[in-house]
């Protein structure tokens, strides 16, 4: 074939062989995977937060408050001069908050929450994204070289996929918890888990860090990833096809 040559059984392009050109063709034919793993993953983690809460705290979320974000950050522009004053305050809105309220005092207090901040929930998004860029190449790929190989490979990308997804996790979490006496930061969850709060207080700055290690290792899984996709690719080239004869 002059146009096209076979990979493990399928017709492939010349361009396949290309790490770059590999990634659309793997979503396009695994586009299903790759777009379920994308839009699944901000609600399961969201859930697992919300689950992570109600275990630490023994107490059940009992109010659900949705906020009027487009309002709000209509009177924000309004009310603020300084551009560079009112773009944190508006990545600072949150859209829904979902938490227990302390009756015990008054009209309430609301111990612990977890908010759903538009940035924050895009940043999520993209975490699922990568992920499923990840998923969708491992689910393309065509067995090749021994058990121990495959399985070795598997466990690589593995550890480093979830690495990354747990760095950029990490600091995407928007907690509220009334000790911390601070806004919903991804902080508080160290706080959760135990951390010294002043010490987990001093880490904040440190969110926009951690997210771009976390994606970038997440880059390098799909580097990985791609890197033996091709090896596979070499290595089906490289058996003689059925059917052929040595002379």
Request: glycine share 10%.
């Amino acid at each position: 074939m002059s146009a096209a040559h076979a990979v493990g059984g399928r017709i492939a392009s010349p361009g396949e062989g290309n790490l770059l050109s590999a990634v659309p063709l793997a979503l396009r034919r695994q586009r299903t995977l790759f777009l379920a793993v994308t839009l699944a993953f901000p609600f399961v983690f969201n859930l697992l937060l919300l689950g992570a809460m109600v275990l630490r705290f023994g107490n059940l979320p009992n109010y659900v408050a949705v906020e009027d974000w487009f309002g709000n950050v209509a009177g924000i522009v309004a009310g603020t001069r300084s551009v560079a004053d009112m773009l944190p305050i508006i990545l600072d809105e949150w859209v829904i908050e979902i938490g227990y309220m302390n009756y015990a005092f008054g009209l309430g207090v609301s111990e612990w929450s977890l908010l759903v901040m538009p940035h924050k929930f895009l940043m999520v998004v993209m975490i699922g994204a990568l992920i499923g860029v990840n998923v969708a190449l491992v689910a393309d790929q065509e067995a090749s070289g021994s058990l121990w190989l495959q399985t070795l490979r598997s466990v690589r990308s593995g550890l480093v996929m979830s690495v990354g997804a747990l760095a950029a996790g990490l600091a995407s979490i928007t907690l509220f918890w009334i000790v911390c006496h601070s806004g919903p930061s991804w902080v508080v969850s160290l706080a959760v888990l135990g951390l010294d709060i002043p010490t987990a207080l001093r880490l904040d700055p440190m969110g926009p860090a951690l997210y771009t290690a976390g994606l970038t290792t997440l880059t390098l899984s799909t580097i990985l990833i791609l890197r033996d996709g091709r090896a596979a690719a070499i290595d089906a080239q490289s058996r003689p096809a059925v059917g052929d004869a040595s002379c």
